[in-house]
């Protein structure tokens, strides 16, 4: 059997969020053995809680719905390409060493170890950065960090980036245990067809 890699952040009540978003909460609506033949949940929480598909409704007016968007860009292969302690951008020059015969999906470790708490020093990726990896055919990237953009942006260059280029992106990815290396991918979003983001439960294989 190949070997799986589990990179989706856990969720939970003290999963990290942007400041001001929803997060995680969780109320039981039946419990055994008292209320019925089973247990039943409800959960409210921010599509970006934990590893998720931002959709270009995100940052677009217009742009689609995330359940809208087609599949293809989410399973697939890919590389792990680490930049740790590379500053406060992704430049292209981080990638350099790993660009040879690029898949079309690219996902970046930044963390040596996941924070467990909104980090609002993450790294971004340099809009350039992602401009060169459309240019050469990546259909996806991926992040370790909670934005591709500054926390503190308001213009979010690389939001529009991806935006502009029809790049599909994954945020919050848990990378820790990945070496670098090229995998397949499977990160497919749920089909909410009205939402902005949608959690996914990210998956890496080896291709041998």
């Given at each position: 059997?190949?070997?799986?890699?589990?990179?989706?952040a856990p969720?939970?009540p003290?999963?990290?969020v942007?400041?001001g978003?929803v997060?995680y909460t969780?109320?039981?609506?039946?419990?055994?053995?008292?209320d019925?033949?089973?247990?039943?949940?409800?959960?409210?929480?921010?599509p970006?809680?934990?590893?998720?598909?931002d959709?270009?409704?995100?940052?677009?007016?217009?742009?689609?719905?995330?359940?809208?968007?087609?599949?293809e860009?989410?399973i697939?292969?890919?590389?792990?390409?680490?930049?740790m302690?590379?500053?406060?951008?992704?430049?292209?020059q981080?990638?350099?060493?790993?660009?040879?015969?690029?898949p079309?999906?690219?996902?970046?470790?930044?963390?040596?170890?996941?924070?467990?708490?909104?980090?609002?020093?993450l790294?971004?990726?340099a809009?350039?950065?992602?401009?060169?990896?459309?240019d050469?055919?990546?259909?996806?990237v991926?992040?370790?960090?909670?934005?591709?953009?500054?926390?503190d942006?308001?213009?979010?260059?690389?939001?529009?980036?991806?935006?502009r280029?029809?790049?599909?992106?994954?945020?919050?990815?848990?990378l820790?245990?990945?070496?670098?290396?090229?995998?397949e991918?499977?990160a497919?979003?749920l089909r909410l067809?009205?939402?902005d983001a949608?959690?996914?439960r990210?998956v890496l294989?080896?291709?041998?």
């Amino acid at each position: 059997m190949r070997q799986l890699w589990d990179i989706s952040a856990p969720v939970h009540p003290g999963s990290p969020v942007y400041p001001g978003d929803v997060a995680y909460t969780q109320r039981w609506c039946a419990r055994l053995p008292d209320d019925g033949p089973v247990n039943l949940s409800a959960i409210t929480l921010s599509p970006h809680v934990g590893t998720h598909a931002d959709a270009p409704l995100h940052y677009a007016v217009d742009g689609a719905a995330v359940g809208l968007l087609a599949l293809e860009p989410f399973i697939g292969p890919c590389r792990v390409i680490h930049v740790m302690a590379c500053g406060p951008f992704i430049e292209w020059q981080h990638l350099a060493h790993a660009l040879v015969d690029l898949p079309p999906r690219v996902l970046v470790r930044t963390y040596h170890q996941a924070p467990t708490q909104w980090d609002a020093c993450l790294t971004a990726f340099a809009p350039d950065t992602l401009e060169r990896l459309a240019d050469a055919g990546v259909l996806l990237v991926g992040t370790d960090s909670a934005s591709v953009d500054l926390a503190d942006s308001a213009l979010l260059p690389c939001h529009q980036v991806l935006w502009r280029r029809g790049l599909r992106v994954l945020e919050n990815l848990l990378l820790d245990a990945v070496p670098e290396g090229d995998y397949e991918l499977i990160a497919l979003p749920l089909r909410l067809t009205q939402a902005d983001a949608s959690p996914v439960r990210a998956v890496l294989r080896s291709l041998a």
